[in-house]
């Protein structure tokens, strides 16, 4: 290898290395709020209690994800971040949910409008330390 050329070859398996050390979120942000029962009918299952998972950790979409009813079915990893009230967000605290509802057209009227995503009593109450009507989330498809 040619003298010139081995600072630039130095240079980038540096930056390689480097890059390697810092982990990327492909994640989105967004806001989620609560609702609680009743839950049915839906707008993705109607009446199917089946449609629930059993750990009680599903959610309804905001239109934002919504998606003209595709995100039905969907599974999303999501992650408390912030909220008006310090101390509310559980820390290291992330939930899985099922995407079972459309929010705006809910059974029940979720605690703050207009939010990404809307989740039940149970997720909501997996993420959060206290009551709040609405949280700053991180989420992710999977």
């Known amino acids: 290898m040619q003298t010139h050329q081995r600072p630039v070859f130095q240079l980038v398996s540096y930056l390689l290395i480097l890059s390697q050390l810092f982990c990327f979120s492909h994640a989105d942000v967004g806001t989620a709020a609560q609702y609680s029962p009743p839950y049915l ?3 993705c299952y109607g009446d199917d209690q089946t449609q629930f998972p059993s750990s009680n950790l599903f959610a309804a979409a905001g239109d934002g994800i919504w998606d003209n009813g595709a995100s039905c079915g969907r599974q999303y990893l999501v992650r408390c971040i912030s909220a008006s009230q310090p101390g509310t967000c559980a820390p290291d605290q992330t939930i899985q949910v099922k995407i079972v509802d459309y ?3 809910a059974q029940s009227s979720p605690s703050t409008l207009s939010t ?4 039940s009593e149970t997720a909501f ?3 959060t330390n206290m009551a709040a009507d609405s949280i700053n989330i991180e989420f992710q498809q999977v």
């Open 125 to 127: 109450g997996g993420i």
């Open 116 to 119: 990404t995503i809307v989740l």
């Open 41 to 43: 009918p839906t707008a």
């Open 103 to 105: 929010a705006p057209t």
